[in-house]
């Protein structure tokens, strides 16, 4: 009785210490040297885009064979958070960058952020899908839903491509005008992205 009473408390014991250590984090997927994110509109007067000088990515799988999983069409668990200041926008005119940061209030309200809440996948010619979340932008939080397409990229990363319009009146913007009024901005901005993904540690990409 002795003998199975040492036993127990052992395999007990062995029990409770696999139980409270905690499980291998995955490592996270960072953005390599090369991702884009910029931004297309209209106006009275010609096209326009501006382009996200700074992106802070924050991509936590929770399984390190996320990307070959993704590339098969395979759904894993993860978070996704994306931001970008305000003020990193570049228009390549001064007098752009100064109405679009007015417009975006980014004195008030400096990160534009995309969090990610769910997402599907699915393999066929190509290897396409959406990513479902929030877009937090001038102070306002919309659900939003942006189409991807996924492909493979050199050295294992993965490469995330698409654009989703973004209506800025939704958000309570109001679009720019310049030049005294003769130039007015449409309420209608088209965000791209093209997004190298590769495990290592969390980084911002300047």
């Given at each position: 009785?002795?003998?199975?009473?040492?036993?127990?408390?052992?395999?007990?014991?062995?029990?409770?210490?696999?139980?409270?250590?905690?499980?291998?984090?995955?490592?996270?997927?960072?953005?390599?040297?090369?991702?884009?994110?910029?931004?297309?509109?209209?106006?009275?007067?010609?096209?326009?885009?501006c382009?996200?000088?700074?992106?802070?990515?924050?991509?936590?799988?929770?399984?390190?064979g996320?990307?070959?999983?993704?590339?098969?069409?395979?759904?894993?668990?993860?978070?996704?958070q994306?931001?970008?200041?305000?003020?990193?926008?570049?228009?390549?005119?001064?007098?752009?960058?100064?109405?679009?940061?007015?417009?975006?209030?980014?004195?008030?309200?400096?990160?534009?952020?995309?969090?990610?809440?769910?997402?599907?996948?699915?393999?066929?010619?190509?290897?396409?899908?959406?990513?479902?979340?929030?877009?937090?932008?001038?102070?306002?939080?919309?659900?939003?839903?942006?189409?991807?397409?996924?492909?493979?990229?050199?050295?294992?990363?993965?490469?995330?491509?698409?654009?989703?319009?973004?209506?800025?009146?939704?958000?309570?913007?109001?679009?720019?005008?310049?030049?005294?009024?003769?130039?007015?901005?449409?309420?209608?901005?088209?965000?791209?992205?093209?997004?190298?993904?590769?495990?290592?540690?969390?980084?911002?990409?300047?």
């Amino acid at each position: 009785m002795r003998a199975l009473f040492s036993h127990l408390t052992i395999l007990t014991a062995a029990v409770t210490l696999i139980a409270a250590t905690p499980a291998p984090m995955a490592s996270p997927l960072t953005l390599r040297e090369g991702s884009r994110l910029w931004f297309e509109g209209t106006s009275t007067v010609r096209s326009w885009n501006c382009s996200a000088d700074r992106i802070d990515a924050t991509l936590m799988p929770v399984d390190d064979g996320v990307i070959a999983a993704v590339l098969d069409g395979r759904k894993v668990a993860g978070q996704v958070q994306v931001d970008f200041p305000v003020s990193k926008l570049e228009c390549k005119n001064g007098t752009m960058n100064e109405h679009m940061w007015k417009a975006l209030k980014a004195k008030e309200h400096a990160t534009i952020r995309f969090t990610m809440e769910n997402y599907q996948v699915e393999r066929g010619t190509t290897v396409s899908g959406s990513l479902q979340g929030t877009l937090q932008l001038a102070g306002q939080t919309l659900p939003v839903v942006v189409p991807v397409q996924f492909a493979a990229a050199a050295d294992g990363a993965m490469r995330v491509t698409g654009k989703v319009p973004v209506k800025m009146t939704d958000w309570g913007i109001k679009p720019p005008t310049l030049m005294l009024g003769t130039m007015k901005v449409g309420p209608v901005v088209t965000v791209h992205f093209d997004l190298l993904l590769q495990k290592g540690s969390a980084t911002a990409l300047d």
